[in-house]
């Protein structure tokens, strides 16, 4: 009989479930998506850990390193709770959009369940037949956080693919914004109004003939929250839509002619 040793490994990619994007705590029931439509079996996560699946065939190692010695492919891993909620099948798109450029800081998770929390408190008492008190709606509210947030990932995920978009910026340029869990980010940017997006949530970025030389962005660790173009001596103005952050720029020169985008399910 073949050794569990000889199994391929897994490498957890992070401590996030892609579905909800919360934090994955010890002792937490997770499972892990192999790939496709193939998942590991449910398991208590302990961190740092190998987890043999001998249905699957395969060893988890749970230790959410860049540079883990196991070698393994990195693999998302999921709430029990937030994969049985889901709707629909796990897509690359809404894999992709749990990825984080960098790690948020650690409050920044507080601040996410107290927006999804404001957010689902007056859609509960519109909902419900009988009158509560704000109090104990945001309560219950408070009970459905992760699971608010694992259907806004699916609805934002549906009928998108991850790609690469060319946009010659020699041409009308629009910019298609998007908003999750309150946050308004960047979904899309190209030389058509995406078919994806309300008009009122689209906004001229730069006119036919216009010469780019200088691209400023504001961005967090879920995505790109706001982009100007400009010219080569051009300054910007104004605060970044983030707290406590600025815009970077990125500048050619001669003027840009064209930039490549990549995009999943979210933003950009």
């Given at each position: 009989?073949?050794?569990?040793?000889d199994a391929?490994?897994f490498c957890m990619a992070?401590t996030?479930?892609?579905l909800?994007q919360f934090?994955l705590?010890?002792?937490?029931?997770?499972?892990?998506?192999?790939?496709?439509?193939r998942f590991?079996?449910?398991?208590?996560?302990?961190?740092?850990?190998?987890i043999h699946?001998?249905?699957?065939?395969?060893?988890l190692?749970?230790c959410?390193?860049?540079?883990c010695?196991?070698e393994g492919?990195?693999?998302?891993f999921?709430?029990n709770?937030c994969?049985?909620?889901?709707?629909?099948d796990?897509?690359d798109?809404l894999?992709?959009a749990g990825?984080?450029?960098?790690d948020?800081?650690?409050?920044?998770?507080?601040?996410?369940?107290?927006?999804?929390?404001r957010l689902?408190a007056?859609?509960l008492?519109?909902?419900?037949?009988i009158?509560?008190?704000?109090?104990i709606?945001?309560?219950?509210a408070g009970l459905?956080?992760?699971?608010?947030?694992a259907i806004?990932a699916?609805?934002?995920s549906?009928?998108?693919n991850?790609f690469d978009?060319t946009?010659?910026l020699?041409?009308?340029v629009?910019?298609?914004?998007?908003?999750?869990?309150g946050v308004?980010y960047?979904?899309?940017i190209?030389?058509?109004?995406s078919?994806?997006?309300?008009?009122e949530h689209?906004?001229l970025?730069s006119?036919?003939g216009?010469p780019?030389?200088?691209i400023?962005?504001?961005?967090d660790h879920?995505?790109?929250r706001?982009?100007?173009f400009?010219?080569?001596d051009?300054?910007l103005?104004?605060p970044?839509?983030i707290?406590k952050?600025w815009?970077?720029a990125?500048s050619a020169?001669c003027?840009i002619?064209?930039?490549?985008i990549?995009?999943d399910?979210?933003a950009?």
């Amino acid at each position: 009989m073949d050794s569990s040793d000889d199994a391929p490994y897994f490498c957890m990619a992070d401590t996030r479930c892609r579905l909800c994007q919360f934090a994955l705590e010890e002792d937490d029931l997770v499972i892990a998506h192999i790939g496709g439509q193939r998942f590991s079996m449910e398991f208590n996560l302990r961190m740092a850990d190998t987890i043999h699946d001998s249905y699957e065939w395969i060893n988890l190692h749970t230790c959410a390193s860049p540079r883990c010695m196991a070698e393994g492919r990195r693999i998302p891993f999921f709430h029990n709770d937030c994969f049985c909620f889901r709707l629909y099948d796990i897509s690359d798109a809404l894999v992709a959009a749990g990825h984080y450029t960098f790690d948020p800081p650690a409050y920044e998770e507080y601040k996410r369940s107290r927006r999804i929390k404001r957010l689902l408190a007056p859609k509960l008492r519109d909902e419900l037949q009988i009158r509560l008190p704000a109090e104990i709606l945001m309560m219950i509210a408070g009970l459905l956080v992760r699971e608010c947030a694992a259907i806004t990932a699916e609805e934002q995920s549906l009928g998108i693919n991850v790609f690469d978009v060319t946009v010659d910026l020699g041409k009308d340029v629009y910019v298609c914004y998007t908003t999750v869990d309150g946050v308004r980010y960047v979904k899309s940017i190209g030389n058509t109004i995406s078919k994806l997006c309300n008009e009122e949530h689209t906004v001229l970025l730069s006119k036919q003939g216009e010469p780019v030389s200088k691209i400023w962005i504001a961005e967090d660790h879920r995505g790109i929250r706001s982009v100007k173009f400009g010219f080569a001596d051009a300054s910007l103005a104004g605060p970044t839509p983030i707290v406590k952050s600025w815009w970077r720029a990125i500048s050619a020169r001669c003027d840009i002619k064209k930039i490549t985008i990549k995009s999943d399910a979210s933003a950009i």
